[in-house]
T-cell receptor, first 116, second 113 residues
């Protein structure tokens, strides 16, 4: 069964450093998402991406964050200058986008980001 | 801002019995609801969903019930199995799915053999 994959599974970085989290969505899916879950808190939406541009973004997704689909398979989340409060599990998700029907978002296993 | 609430942080059920997980929401514009299961160190795994035009959806041992007037949904697992032990998240969205999911805090289900 197709699945969303994410790399790395765990990333440790120093405060102020840039990190890039990588995702390979399910191959025929058209909508891509990033969510995050800070330890002990809810899963929160960050950004959605469709047709090579951001579709929606939350208040969390400020100028320090960016997303990119550099090729036909990868979807990346970049944090330019990490802060301690960016430490969280980051989940990538994708959905097929089928006109006229409901769509389900399928999640990857997550990347645990630890900012020291 | 808790638009989706799961008021029970944990639930213990005997193997073979029914597990009922509850979820309430406040935004009447939500029209699509999903349940995800999550094991430690893994991503949320989709279980079952329901559109607001229905009041029940069934898939094997899993049934989701939606009461729009009460803004309440529930997930029933019958019979419960030890492998069902996980954290269950309720999520809701607008416009049938391709919009940001709003998650509840989750309920940890323990199925005791």
């Amino acid at each position: 069964e197709p699945e969303v994959t994410q790399t790395p599974s765990h990333q440790v970085t120093q405060m102020g450093q840039e990190v890039i989290l990588r995702c390979v969505p399910i191959s025929n899916h058209l909508y891509f998402y990033w969510y995050r879950q800070i330890l002990g808190q809810k899963v929160e939406f960050l950004v959605s991406f469709y047709n090579n541009e951001i579709s929606e973004k939350s208040e969390i997704f400020d100028d320090q964050f960016s997303v990119e689909r550099p090729d036909g398979s990868n979807f990346t989340l970049k944090i330019r200058s990490t802060k301690l409060e960016d430490s969280a599990m980051y989940f990538c998700a994708s959905s097929p986008w089928t006109r006229g029907t409901t769509d389900t978002q399928y999640f990857g296993p997550g990347t645990r980001l630890t900012v020291l | 801002d808790q638009q989706v609430k799961q008021n029970s942080p944990s639930l213990s059920v005997q193997e073979g019995r029914i597990s009922i997980l509850n979820c309430d929401y406040t935004n009447s514009m939500f029209d699509y609801f999903l349940w995800y299961k999550k094991y430690p160190a893994e991503g949320p795994t989709f279980l079952i969903s329901i559109s607001s035009i229905k009041d029940k959806n069934e898939d094997g041992r899993f049934t989701v019930f939606l009461n729009k007037s009460a803004k309440h949904l529930s997930l029933h697992i019958v019979p419960s199995q030890p492998g069902d032990s996980a954290v269950y998240f309720c999520a809701a969205s607008l416009n049938s799915g391709n919009t940001p999911l709003v998650f509840g805090k989750g309920t940890r289900l323990s199925v005791i053999a």
